[in-house]
């Protein structure tokens, strides 16, 4: 059974950086790409950042770009979202997402497997 589990979120003020991560268990991690999506409140889901299976490629959406980076180790079965600089306009539910494919796509509906989402809370 495939399983994704994040962690990191919390609350911190703007300015501030976090550190996200998302292990993952059940899943071929090494040919999966990677991605992090969010919601906020009474928003629809976005995409925020993708990683292709080796880490070659990286997308980010354009609000995040410059601040946020997105890692994989492939030997922990683990990505990782850093976070800096954040804004209140962040604050949502992270989720991270595997895709059955090593190739990075920014559609929430190519991914397969989604964990179950932490929160990020930042504070003006």
């Known amino acids: 059974q495939v399983q994704l589990v994040e962690s990191g979120g919390g609350l911190v003020q703007a300015g501030d950086s976090l550190r996200l991560s998302c292990a993952a268990s059940g899943v071929t991690f090494i040919r999966s790409a990677m991605g992090w999506f969010r919601q906020a409140p009474g928003k629809e889901r976005e995409f925020i950042a993708a990683?292709?299976?080796?880490?070659?490629?990286?997308n980010y959406a354009d609000s995040v770009k410059a601040r946020f980076t997105i890692s994989r180790d492939n030997a922990k079965n683990t990505v990782y979202l850093q976070m800096n600089s954040l804004k209140p306009e962040d604050t949502a539910v992270y989720y991270c997402?595997?895709?059955?494919?090593?190739?990075?796509?920014?559609?929430?509906?190519?991914?397969?497997?989604w964990g179950q989402g932490t929160q990020v809370t930042v504070s003006s």
């Open positions: 990683i292709s299976s080796s880490g070659g490629n990286r």
């Open positions: 997402a595997a895709r059955a494919s090593p190739v990075a796509t920014v559609i929430s509906a190519t991914y397969s497997y």
